[in-house]
C-alpha cells in the first residue's frame, strides 16, 4: 500500500473545509420619485378640472339657456317664474334658468296683459278669476293686477255666460243661487251678477 498518495487530497479538503462562509450580500435601497421614474416630469392629476375649460363648458350652457328662453318665448305667454320653470324641466339647473330669464329684456307686465287677452277667449272669468290665474302662471300680484286693468274684457258678458252654464248643469236652480253663486265663488261684481240674472234665458229655472 502507498498511504502517503492520500496526503495531497488530505490537505485539500481540509483546506477547504477552513476557509469561511461567505456572508450575506448588503441590499442597497435607492429610491426614487415617479417624476425620477417617468423622465423627470411629474404628470398632472387628471381628476384636477381644468379651469379654463369650465369656464367656457359654464358660459356655452348659459347661452344656450338664453337661446332656449327666447325660443319658448316666441311661442308661448310666459311670466318670468313660468318660462325658469319650463327650463328646468328641460334639464337647465335653476341656476342656468333664473340667469337666462333674468338676461331677458321683457315687459313681464305686459306678458300678463297678453296672458288675459288669452284668457278672456277660453275661460268666463271675472276679475277675480282673472287675477287667480294669472297669479297661478307665476305671474306677480301687481303683473296681474296691470293685465286685467289694461285689457278690455267684457265681464257682464262672462257672468252671463257663467250663468248660463250654472243654470244648465244645476238641477232645480234658482235665479238668485245663480246670482249668489256667481258673486261668492266667481267673484262677480253684484251689478254683474244681477245683469246676468235679469238676461237669463228664459227657460233656465226661477
Given amino acids: 500500500m502507498r498511504p502517503l498518495c492520500l496526503l495531497p487530497v488530505i490537505i485539500l479538503l481540509v483546506s477547504a473545509c477552513a476557509q469561511p462562509e461567505p456572508g450575506p450580500t448588503p441590499t442597497v435601497t435607492v429610491t426614487t420619485s ?10 398632472p392629476d387628471p381628476t384636477t378640472p381644468n379651469p379654463t375649460t369650465t369656464h367656457e363648458t359654464t358660459a356655452q350652457t348659459e347661452d344656450f339657456a338664453r ?3 327666447r ?3 316666441n311661442n308661448e305667454i310666459y311670466s318670468a317664474l313660468g ?5 328646468i324641466g328641460e334639464g337647465f339647473s335653476r341656476e342656468d334658468a333664473r ?4 338676461s331677458l329684456d321683457v315687459d313681464w307686465r305686459e306678458q300678463a296683459a297678453l296672458a288675459v287677452g288669452e284668457l278672456s ?3 268666463m272669468n271675472s276679475r277675480v278669476g282673472m287675477m287667480n290665474d294669472l297669479q297661478a302662471g307665476g305671474f306677480t300680484r301687481e303683473e296681474a293686477q296691470y293685465g286685467v286693468d289694461n285689457v278690455y274684457v267684457d265681464y257682464y258678458e262672462k257672468a252671463h255666460a257663467m250663468a248660463h ?16 253663486l256667481l258673486i261668492d265663488e266667481h267673484g262677480f261684481l253684484p251689478e254683474e251678477a244681477d ?9 233656465a229655472v226661477g
Avoid: C, K
Avoid at 34 to 43: D, M, N, P, Q
Avoid at 99 to 102: E, G, Q, S
Avoid at 166 to 177: I, P, Q, T
Fill in 34 to 43: 415617479a417624476s425620477e421614474e417617468h423622465g423627470g416630469t411629474r404628470s
Fill in 67 to 69: 337661446e332656449r328662453a
Fill in 71 to 73: 325660443e319658448l318665448l
Fill in 83 to 87: 318660462l325658469e320653470l319650463d327650463l
Fill in 99 to 102: 340667469r337666462a330669464v333674468d
Fill in 121 to 123: 277667449m277660453f275661460t
Fill in 165 to 180: 252654464y250654472l243654470s244648465y248643469n244645476m238641477d232645480y236652480v234658482l235665479f238668485e243661487d245663480i246670482r249668489q
Fill in 195 to 203: 245683469w246676468a240674472i235679469e238676461n237669463l234665458h228664459p227657460d
